[in-house]
């Protein structure tokens, strides 16, 4: 199969939510390209939605957004404290990194106005 056909086929099942095929396609797809960069973050989704931490921490780690790896490292490190037979599923995992992202935007907005605050004669 080529290249082209794996990763599109990965793609289908991981919109599907079919995350251990997903996996699968994609560790298929790591194999076959060299420039395989593009699949680590729908590959290390798809470890978090499978509860394997460990081999997402993998992956993330291989993914060149550092914002959006520190986040999903931040929700793998939340999500491992939680006990073991809890079911979590896609929806609330979402709303867990939602959460991380806007706690993350409200800091990052209190430290802009701290900073107008302690600039002396700031202006519009």
Same mark, same amino acid.
């Given at each position: ?53 460990? &081999?997402? #921490?993998?992956?993330?780690? %291989?993914? +060149? =957004?550092?914002?959006?790896? /520190? !986040? ?28 991380? &992202?806007? #706690?993350?935007?409200?800091? %990052?907005? +209190? =430290?802009?106005?701290?900073? /107008? !605050? ?7």
């Amino acid at each position: 199969r080529s290249t082209q056909g794996v990763s599109s086929a990965a793609s289908d099942v991981y919109k599907r939510q079919q995350w251990d095929l997903a996996i699968e396609f994609f560790l298929k797809c790591k194999e076959l390209t060299r420039k395989n960069t593009i699949h680590y973050k729908k590959l290390a989704w798809c470890f978090v939605y499978t509860r394997e931490y460990d &081999q997402a #921490l993998e992956n993330i780690n %291989k993914i +060149k =957004n550092r914002k959006h790896k /520190k !986040l999903v490292q931040l929700l793998v490190k939340d999500l491992k404290r939680l006990p073991k037979r809890k079911k979590i599923d896609k929806k609330q995992i979402d709303q867990m990194f939602r959460e991380k &992202q806007d #706690l993350v935007l409200r800091a %990052k907005k +209190k =430290n802009i106005e701290l900073g /107008k !605050l302690l600039v002396n004669n700031y202006g519009p």
